[in-house]
């Protein structure tokens, strides 16, 4: 599809918005987890499945700042102006956590242009021990993945037991690499008491559904 | 004098953690291999864009007893970066701050300066120094020591630098900086005095500007200067 089109179906899908607008109350979720789970693949199925029942906006904050904004806009998932990359000095925790300043900055700059309904800031890739400020964000969604092995929920973590939703990715691939789903969700349910998990592989469902719908969710809320 | 400490602290949130002061970018390009090298580049920094924010802190510190007109004191701070990328650099960790100083020292002072869109940073850092209780001179050297720890911390994550060592030629380069405070703070009480910013001094390091001009352009960075 050449560039022009593609932009046109964005701007678009970004001017039919069912849900009523409600200025200045953007819902911010942040997105975190280890190196390679998915954290980004997330994000960009989030945009294509609720791009056209919202306004979006993302930071990124990937190490490498520019390439996770460039899969976005490489899968035209958003415009570029909706997109804003932070440099995190090789410290990706601090810049969501113990200084979220940066974060504020490119958070409040796509507020004043754009009025979103969502901001989706995503983590660079970290550990487990990893966590947003709720300085920063309002909801949290923490991506681990079944090639990580089964024991990672078990390892617990604040991400892992604290997150507003747990994210087990990849599930296709727990053959492959010998996983067992059964004690991941067992494990993450007996750790997280009543806060959500869901166990996904977004190679097979690439529209994310169960995710979108949680943070739908969280935005009709925000409205009422 | 413990809330000064607290403008000191590296942990105070203020977006510095993402930016190196121009190390990265030596680095990058095998400038700054060593602690030898570190050191060597932090002197300098400290005579000549150190000078100049250990001057802008100071004289923001003097004019916080009031409230300033601080335009013309950031005209004067730019006026003295002439890479738009370090000017963007000390804009951004200025707006950083004062997130966290208006709230911190919300003193009148601090608040004018929410009057223009993104502050330079040394300004900010004087406004708050003030309301922390430091004196012009104390001013100046808190700057210096964000500009020397800000790259300091910068070569050790880039390099894998020994941080005990690094630590160690720190204190060499604070001791030889302790002077260039003394006479910066002297320099932006006279200016303030004048009730002329053009009376700040102007050093500068022409490779530092290039370099970042450079930084800015290149794809992979992982400290936005």
Not at chain 1, 6 to 17: D, F, V, W
Not at chain 2, 213 to 218: D, I, K, M, P, T
Request: aromatic fraction near 2%; hydrophobic fraction near 50%; proline fraction near 6%.
């Amino acid at each position: 599809m050449h560039r022009d089109d593609l932009m046109s179906e964005i701007q678009a899908a970004h001017a039919h918005t069912p849900l009523p607008a409600a200025p200045g109350r953007a819902v911010r979720i942040g997105i975190g987890g280890p190196v390679g789970g998915g954290k980004t693949a997330l994000v960009a199925a989030l945009c294509r499945t609720l791009r056209g029942r919202m306004s979006l906006a993302v930071v990124t904050n990937d190490i490498y700042t520019t390439e996770d904004a460039d899969f976005l806009r490489r899968h035209g998932v958003l415009p570029d102006e909706r997109i804003r990359a932070v440099q995190t000095g090789c410290c990706p925790h601090t810049a969501i956590r113990d200084d979220i300043t940066a974060n504020l900055d490119a958070v409040d700059e796509l507020v004043a242009l754009h009025d979103p309904d969502l901001v989706l800031v995503e983590s660079g890739g970290d550990n487990l021990t990893a966590t947003f400020s709720y300085g920063l964000i309002d909801k949290q969604i923490f991506v681990v993945d079944v090639a990580g092995g089964d024991k990672v929920p078990r390892k617990g973590g604040p991400g892992v037991i604290r997150s507003d939703l747990l994210v087990i990715n990849k599930t296709d691939l727990a053959p492959m690499v010998g996983a067992d789903l059964d004690v991941m969700r067992t494990d993450a349910e007996r750790l997280r008491e009543d806060r959500p998990t869901m166990l996904v592989s977004l190679r097979e469902q690439p529209d994310a559904a169960p995710i979108a719908e949680w943070v739908t969710a969280l935005v009709r809320a925000r409205r009422s | 004098m413990l809330p000064l400490f607290l403008l000191a602290d590296s942990r105070l949130p203020s977006g510095g953690h993402g930016h190196s002061g121009g190390v990265e970018a030596l680095v990058d390009r095998r400038l700054v291999r060593s602690v030898d090298d570190l050191a060597l580049f932090l002197a300098g920094r400290v005579r000549t864009g150190g000078r100049v924010v250990a001057a802008a802190a100071a004289a923001a510190c003097t004019l916080a007893s009031g409230t300033p007109d601080w335009a013309p004191w950031d005209a004067a701070v730019s006026a003295r970066i002439p890479s738009a990328a370090l000017r963007t650099a000390s804009r951004a960790q200025g707006a950083a701050l004062l997130r966290t100083v208006a709230l911190a020292f919300p003193t009148p002072a601090v608040a004018a300066l929410r009057a223009l869109p993104r502050v330079h940073h040394p300004l900010v850092l004087g406004a708050a120094a003030a309301a922390a209780g430091a004196d012009p001179g104390q001013a100046a050297a808190l700057a210096l020591h964000h500009l020397v720890g800000g790259a300091a911390t910068a070569a050790v994550r880039l390099l894998g630098l020994d941080p005990l060592r690094v630590t160690a030629v720190t204190v060499g380069v604070a001791r030889a900086a302790d002077p260039v405070a003394a006479d910066a703070a002297a320099l932006a009480t006279a200016a303030v005095a004048a009730g002329d910013p053009v009376l700040l001094p102007t050093e500068g390091s022409p490779l530092t500007d290039v370099l970042a001009e450079l930084h800015r352009a290149s794809e992979a960075t992982l400290f936005a200067s």
